[in-house]
């Protein structure tokens, strides 16, 4: 049984590679690994070790606490989170509505923000 850090890890690695729209087999060449081995990680069915880690940021572009950020978060109930799907950033396509998101010229995509602030306090 994977331990939920390990899996958390995983996921945010999974999260993070979709969002650059990187495929696993580019991550495993520029991490030096054979992209099975990335398959694995993103599940949580390996551990990933700290220099693993820091050569997966390298290449992902991100800092090493990336992988541990809403770690402390996942056991608490919030009603909030309640209206959101328990694995967001496994879900394709959220990921690519935030990739079309940031697609967007900045004064227009907060302009959008404010939108979809508005109607969420709407609902």
């Known amino acids: 049984m ?3 850090v390990d899996t958390h890890v995983g996921k945010r690695i999974r999260h993070r590679r979709w969002l650059i729209g990187m495929t696993q087999q580019q991550l495993a060449e520029k991490v030096g690994i054979k992209f099975q081995q990335i398959q694995k990680y993103e599940t949580g069915a390996n551990r990933v070790s700290a ?3 820091w050569d997966i ?3 992902l572009d991100v800092n090493v606490s990336f992988f541990f950020e809403g770690l402390q978060d996942e056991d608490k109930t919030v009603v909030e989170k309640a209206r959101v799907p328990a694995d967001l950033m496994g879900d ?3 990921l690519d509505l935030v990739r079309s998101y940031y697609a967007i010229p900045e004064n227009q ?3 959008l923000f404010e939108l979809a602030r508005v109607l ?3 609902a």
């Open 57 to 59: 940021s390298d290449a």
């Open 92 to 94: 394709k396509e959220a």
């Open 120 to 122: 969420s306090d709407v």
């Open 51 to 53: 220099s693993r880690l």
């Open 109 to 111: 995509r907060r302009r």
């Open 2 to 4: 994977a331990h939920p």
